[in-house]
């Protein structure tokens, strides 16, 4: 069933409800499309025999009239998420051969909505990475190449199996997690969409922490309404995390006007940092131009602490990391190296020397020096109160405006290994997508256009705590005016 | 007032500061953080959710019953309820800590300050206070000697709720510290928010230790962790102390330190010093939303406790009239005292009379009769094979005159071996006082006939020969005359 997989989410429910195909000739070409697509690396393991049972299952639904709303529709997990008798590993080796034995809540909802797992998606290794390089398991190489160019490109990260597959026509749609930009870095590298909600919108239960005040799942998507289904299948208040949000989720696909008018979308100043790509500028006013076409009245408004935002990320977040990654310790699960006639402490070094790689190492290494005695106040006290003006910036900001509109990354895609031997540089794609993390916001990338070298760029929506609704409208107004329509060439 | 306790050096008298760090285990359904069950003795590993074992992608989420007991015992210590607190994240490594930090209250605890008087056994009173109270998790339990090349871990205690209970350096006596954790343990008893079990372990102490001269500024403290008795607490303070006044008599200092106490050699020992401490690396803990108290919620903290040791102690001697020893004997355990009140609103009822007109002799014979008795067999008075309502129901018969002093200690004897009750007893057995005027009037009558050369004697001024009289007649009807009424018999008879 050739062409299947390049149906957007909403056309298969159409066409699986409209009984145009079979939820299992539906997955089996995605299965097969997985299969087909190893020299990308997206996938870390194929659970082809999960997805054919709910493909079944979804069948079985949709001949009762009973499916529900992501009935046999085909998702790649990124492998943050725990999932029951199926090996987790956050793309780490101290977790090599981890099978949990219960399911995190949002795949367990993505699943009872009937979703079909394909298989757990390639990250940086527990989410710490912009490029999806420090996975243990190998990089991920994504679908799009430069005009004229053979050279591999990374599918940004840390969610860079969910982007890469999502491009690759591998599955409709996949999770991810966004601490700093995890979610829309990468959908707006391998031209897609992606939305990360309000800090406290989907449970963190069952997903692998990493910084737990900033971890937050989303999706991504081909686009804005495919987006808007998947979120609401998996959002939703759990008892079992205590910072989950007690509020009823909208029916966001329901919710998409595409109308902006009486909206007024803010245009933060501190953004346009210096040396930014002409081409990213030029985007930019363009997606400016689109939402003052749908109606949208257009306001510069100012966050006076952004350049503040990341190395205020980059202390909080290891900070937590740094404590969250202690339970690795080869003691009850995970990878265990005892050196002979060693001590604990022998067992915990060795354990964590060999299964940590050098990102993880070096996040935990700062997240334990500014926890440190003698270093908490001059580090991580002082960073609490810089996120606290950031969270009020933006709050002043949204009394003027409703929405914020920026850039989603400084750059497109770059080759693999540009950015690996620099950190800092890498951090730097991080510098749009890290302040609305702070604060808790929800935030979403669009895919806008494409650089000089024919590769995706994409443009960031910011919005009010919980107004994800309002994010995904102004996304969907400005993602019908954009056009966007390129994807990437298959070479694999 | 009593001369203060010192230590005799060298270099003449000492003083002690004493501070406790108690740590108590919250009485509850689960964990603080999990709902797993709390039960002593489980199998190894038996009570343990995937949150306890520190499973990835596993969050806590805090038991609002361990809360309410901690509140509680804040509020029956008269401390500062704090309405907003916080959870901290102190880090470090330890195979019996899965997560590899415990979950506590490090800068914002949700009890502050409060006091708690306290009386030694000697009857001197005073007051301690209470620094603080927060909540943490327990770890678990490392089991080094089952195995010569490997360490076994038990996490059935692992997330177990602890309240930390922190006095203010106020005691100056191994006596006192006693009697602090004595009252405490009575306090946490009575209002069911710790079973005060030190032998399981639900119940043990920090103590910190240190020395001055008198009037001098405090000395530098050790810390002796872990101390699981009252009586061991009091010999780690002694020991430590005079470990202490040595090193400062020979001129030495004293270095801040953690140490551990040894009982089989009576001494303490160094863990770590201060150098090698921890940095626990302490920060808020972003998994869980600060601790918010409703007043609603203090106050329903509040009606559920019952009266307090102190308050009940208070009450015995002031409506009951009972003398301050037997008030504090009394109230000093929650399940003697919760047996004591039931015996006295049963003897109450039985003999008609109000509480405190009854106290006195229920009183006196429960510390003397039951608790002799209990001490002899080896038993708690929760295993008491005598119920309140049958100690009633004696105490009435022997205010009725139906059994005498005596017989009543030998009808308990039989109530404690068959647990009848004692008027079936005392039917059963005859053992019933002969208060019956027609028979002892006979009995005299005997008596005298036998004797009438003392009888003779007795009205020629020999008064002193009553108690004969009394004697034989006692003897004639088999111990059970009434012995008031034989007197008054008696005295007519004789003339």
């Known amino acids: 069933m050739a062409g299947l997989t390049d149906l957007s989410l909403a056309a298969m429910r159409a066409g699986l409800k409209a009984k145009q195909f079979s939820a299992r000739e539906l997955v089996t070409a995605h299965v097969e499309a997985v299969e087909a697509a190893r020299p990308l690396n997206a996938f870390l393991v194929e659970t082809p025999d999960h997805a054919l049972a709910a493909a079944d299952a979804a069948d079985g639904a949709l001949a009762r009239g009973e499916a529900g709303l992501l009935a046999g529709i085909p998702l790649g997990i990124k492998d943050l998420f725990c999932t029951k008798g199926v090996e987790t590993t956050a793309s780490s080796r101290i977790l090599m051969g981890f099978v949990p034995t219960y399911e995190s809540t949002v795949t367990a909802k993505l699943f009872a909505a009937g979703a079909a797992m394909l298989g757990k998606l390639n990250l940086d290794e527990f989410a710490m990475g912009s490029s999806n390089e420090t996975s243990a398991y190998g990089p991920v190489i994504s679908p799009w190449r430069a005009q004229g160019s053979t050279a591999k490109l990374v599918p940004g990260g840390s969610s860079g199996g969910s982007s890469a597959a999502v491009a690759a026509r591998l599955c409709a749609a996949a999770t991810g997690t966004d601490t700093g930009g995890s979610i829309r870095q990468p959908a707006a590298f391998t031209g897609i969409a992606g939305i990360k909600p309000t800090y406290g919108r989907c449970s963190r239960w069952g997903v692998i922490a990493f910084a737990s005040s900033l971890d937050q799942a989303g999706v991504l998507a081909r686009d804005v309404t495919d987006c808007a289904l998947v979120l609401e299948a998996m959002a939703g208040y759990d008892p079992k995390d205590s910072t989950s949000l007690d509020v009823p989720v909208p029916h966001y696909a329901g919710g998409l006007t595409g109308s902006l008018k009486g909206k007024r979308i803010g245009i933060p100043k501190e953004y346009r940092v210096d040396g930014m790509d002409p081409v990213l500028e030029d985007l930019w006013q363009k997606g400016i131009d689109w939402a003052r076409d749908a109606g949208a009245e257009i306001v510069e408004v100012s966050l006076p602490h952004t350049k503040e935002a990341l190395p205020t990320y980059y202390v909080v977040a290891p900070a937590e990391a740094s404590s969250n990654l202690a339970r690795y310790d080869g003691v009850r699960y995970g990878l265990r190296v005892a050196p002979d006639g060693g001590s604990l402490s022998d067992m915990y070094a060795a354990t964590r020397a060999a299964g940590f790689g050098a990102e993880v190492k070096r996040r935990i290494m700062i997240g334990t020096y500014v926890l440190s005695a003698g270093y908490y106040d001059a580090y991580y006290l002082k960073a609490q109160k810089v996120r606290a003006l950031i969270a009020q910036d933006f709050a002043r900001a949204f009394e003027a405006c409703d929405l914020l509109l920026t850039p989603t990354a400084p750059t497109g895609a770059f080759e693999l290994g540009a950015k690996t031997a620099d950190p800092i540089a890498m951090f730097l794609n991080d510098v749009f997508t890290v302040p609305a993390s702070l604060a808790g916001l929800p935030a979403m990338s669009i895919p806008a256009g494409l650089d000089g070298q024919g590769l995706p760029l994409g443009l960031q929506l910011i919005g009010r705590p919980l107004d994800e609704m309002g994010v995904l409208d102004a996304a969907f107004a400005l993602e019908s005016r954009a056009g966007f329509s390129a994807a990437p060439v298959r070479w694999w | ?495």
Not at chain 2, 270 to 283: C, I, N, Q, V
Not at chain 2, 451 to 479: C, E, I, P
Request: glycine share 10%.
């Open chain 2, 1 to 495: 007032m009593a001369d203060p306790y010192v230590i005799e050096g060298r270099t003449g008298p000492w003083e002690l500061v004493i501070g406790l760090e108690v740590h108590a285990q919250v009485i509850s359904q689960s964990k603080l953080f999990s709902g797993a069950a709390t039960v002593f003795g489980g199998e190894p590993n038996s009570q343990v959710s995937l949150v306890d074992a520190a499973m990835p992608g596993m969050l806590p989420v805090l038991n609002g019953e361990c809360v309410a007991q901690a509140v509680r015992t804040g509020l029956a210590l008269g401390a500062k309820i704090n309405r907003w607190s916080r959870f901290d994240r102190k880090n470090y490594f330890y195979a019996d800590l899965p997560q590899g930090y415990q979950i506590s209250q490090y800068q914002h605890p949700v009890v502050g300050e409060g006091a708690l008087e306290i009386e030694t056994e000697e009857g001197a009173r005073t007051t301690v206070g209470i620094e603080r109270i927060h909540l943490e998790q327990d770890a678990g339990k490392s089991i080094h000697d089952l195995s010569p090349t490997s360490s076994y871990v038990d996490l059935n205690r692992s997330g177990v709720a602890l309240m930390e209970i922190v006095s203010k350096p106020d005691m100056r006596s191994p006596a006192e510290a006693g009697a602090y954790v004595a009252a405490l343990r009575a306090i946490v008893r009575a209002i069911g928010s710790c079973d005060g079990n030190m032998q399981e372990g639900s119940m043990r102490a920090d103590v910190n230790v240190s020395v001055r001269k008198a009037g001098a500024p405090f000395g530098t403290r050790c810390e002796i962790k872990n101390v699981n008795s009252i009586r061991f607490i009091q010999q780690a303070i002694v020991a430590e102390a005079t470990r202490q006044i040595a090193i400062l008599e020979e001129g030495g200092s004293i270095a801040q330190e953690t140490r551990l106490f040894d009982p089989d050699r009576g001494e303490t020992r160094s863990l770590r010093s201060k150098e090698d401490a921890h940095d626990y690396r302490y920060f808020p803990e972003p998994d869980l939303l600060p601790l918010e108290l409703s007043e609603d919620f203090i106050e329903a903290c509040r009606a559920s406790l019952p009266e307090l040791p102190a308050a009940r102690r208070a009450r015995y001697e002031a409506e009951l009239g009972l003398s301050p020893y037997l008030a504090g004997v009394l109230t000093a355990d929650v399940d003697q005292s919760n047996w004591f009140e039931a015996l006295l609103a049963d003897s109450a009822k039985r003999q008609d009379k109000p509480a405190k007109d009854v106290a006195e002799k229920a009183a006196n014979w429960m510390t003397g009769e039951l608790f002799g008795a209990l001490n002899r067999l080896g038993l708690e008075i929760g295993e008491s094979p005598v119920s309140p309502a049958q100690g009633a129901e004696l105490l009435a018969l022997v205010a009725d005159g139906t059994l005498s002093g005596p017989l009543a200690k030998q009808v308990f004897e039989i109530m404690l071996e068959t647990r009848e009750d004692p008027g079936a007893i005392a039917e059963a057995r005859g053992l019933k006082q002969v208060s019956d005027t027609g028979a002892l009037e006979a009995a005299i009558v005997e008596v005298m006939a036998a004797n009438a050369d003392k009888v003779a004697d007795y009205r020629g001024g020999k008064d002193k020969l009553f108690g004969f009289f009394v004697g034989q007649v006692m003897k004639a009807s088999g111990g059970k005359a009434n012995p008031a009424v034989v007197n008054e018999l008696l005295k007519k008879a004789l003339g």
